[in-house]
């Protein structure tokens, strides 16, 4: 009876928590004593003395409300190249859409996108430099495409005999594992290693892990220094003070990416083009299926999203703070809005996309669905292959583990 009042105590003592939280970035219940690497000055700047630095940023590369590129310029630092991934030097690019080279326009550095056709850097992409520093905020999720980057940059720096810098961010999604172990038959930019689509690791953690397990080519000759972040635990929740990119609005949509990117591998929008991406499913053929409603519209980092003003049906996901406490509690990716729209789908021979193998990293959860098979029994055909990644993910790990 003292175990079960304690726990309703402990219950509701998290229940006012989570109730006092919003959703919005920066504004939250989460930890704020965890501060990222890039805070620690005294730890990094000393070691890009008298080197030519290419910074590998984007609009997430901050220390409170200061670029890190005008903190080490203001510090002396000499950079000489700005690399940017996915979605551009400030972040509001359309998923997927082709970036160009440019200038900065304040500092007159040349900014190289590493997206589309030039995700790695060539050997003149990396002429004047000597040591590359990595700074991005992730959001610990396979698909995410920065940590792709991060492996191209570190086998360029490799190759090219570089230094290689992480500036490690904390994890937001870094308090479990999950999801099925990608076949590296169906490698890709949105999967190139055999992880789960949910891997708790932090960006210098994964760096390590590309470096022990040799996933990169001449790994061994890669100089790598992994600048950790203070405070930080993998039983930690992190709120990201910034959205990482333009259809991750709110730390919810954070939690639920993972589960709702599948849709991307089908002819269903995920909310792409309204206020609420990646928490929100549906088409305009679900009438009578599902009672909430959307309609995409064209609007920055969604120029052109599926169903663009058209009225769709589907689910639209709670984002109050109970909601938010179960995707934390769960621990898990949810696998229930997939089936059940599927289910729903009239057309169900041209419901599943080829990009989908891509996101899930194999061709067999389409089958499984397919031939009705229980979240259960799927998530449990991924355990063998979780738990052998779990005992190799041990090595490289730099925080206190969940």
């Known amino acids: 009876m003292k175990n079960s009042l304690r ?18 970035f920066g504004q939250s219940f989460f930890d704020t004593t ?63 859409a082709h970036i160009d080279n440019e200038v900065d326009k ?59 810098i992480v500036l490690d961010r904390p994890n937001p999604n870094g308090f479990y594992v999950d999801g099925p172990v990608l076949d590296t038959h169906h490698r890709s930019f949105v999967g190139m290693q055999p992880i789960p689509v949910v891997y708790g690791m932090t960006a210098g953690e994964y760096a390590n892990y590309l470096v022990g397990q040799e996933a990169i080519k001449k790994a061994s000759e890669l100089s790598l220094q992994v600048i950790k972040c203070r405070n930080y635990t993998h039983k930690k929740l992190y709120a990201l003070p910034i959205a990482p990119s333009p259809n991750l609005k709110q730390m919810a949509a954070v939690y639920a ?27 305009p ?9 959307f309609r995409p519209v064209s609007r920055p980092g969604a120029v052109k999203p599926l169903f663009m ?38 057309q169900k021979d041209s419901f599943f996309q080829p990009f989908l193998t891509k996101l899930v990293g194999n061709t067999q959860l389409a089958i499984d669905i397919r031939n009705k098979r229980s979240v259960k029994t799927i998530k449990a055909s991924w355990q063998k292959d979780i738990k052998t990644f779990m005992r190799i993910r041990r090595k490289y790990l730099l925080y206190p583990d969940f």
């Open 7 to 24: 726990m309703q105590r402990i219950i509701i003592c998290i229940n006012i928590l989570l109730f006092a939280c919003t959703t919005a």
């Open 34 to 96: 965890i501060h990222p690497a890039d805070e620690a000055y005294a730890q990094y700047v000393p070691l890009l003395k008298d080197k030519r630095v290419g910074l590998i940023i984007n609009h997430t590369s901050k220390v409170g409300d200061s670029s890190l590129l005008d903190i080490l310029l203001a510090r002396g630092v000499n950079i000489t190249k700005i690399y940017v991934p996915e979605h551009g030097f400030r972040g509001g690019a359309d998923a997927g």
């Open 106 to 164: 304040t500092t007159g550095i040349p900014i190289i996108s590493l997206y589309g056709a030039h995700k790695k850097p060539t050997a003149a992409d990396l002429a004047q430099v000597d040591l590359l520093v990595y700074d991005l905020q992730d959001v610990g999720v396979r698909f995410y495409t920065y940590i792709s980057t991060l492996q191209y940059c570190m086998e360029a720096a490799a190759e090219q005999q570089l230094g290689f």
């Open 257 to 283: 990416y993972p589960s709702m990117c599948l849709f991307e591998g089908t002819h269903i929008s995920v909310g792409r083009g309204t206020a609420q991406p990646f928490l929100c499913f549906g088409c």
């Open 285 to 293: 053929n679900y009438t009578g299926a599902f009672v909430d409603t």
């Open 309 to 346: 003003n058209q009225l769709c049906y589907g689910r639209v996901l709670d984002t109050n703070a109970l909601a938010m406490q179960r995707f934390v509690a769960q621990k898990g990716f949810d696998l229930q809005h997939l089936i059940d729209a599927y289910q729903a789908y009239p």
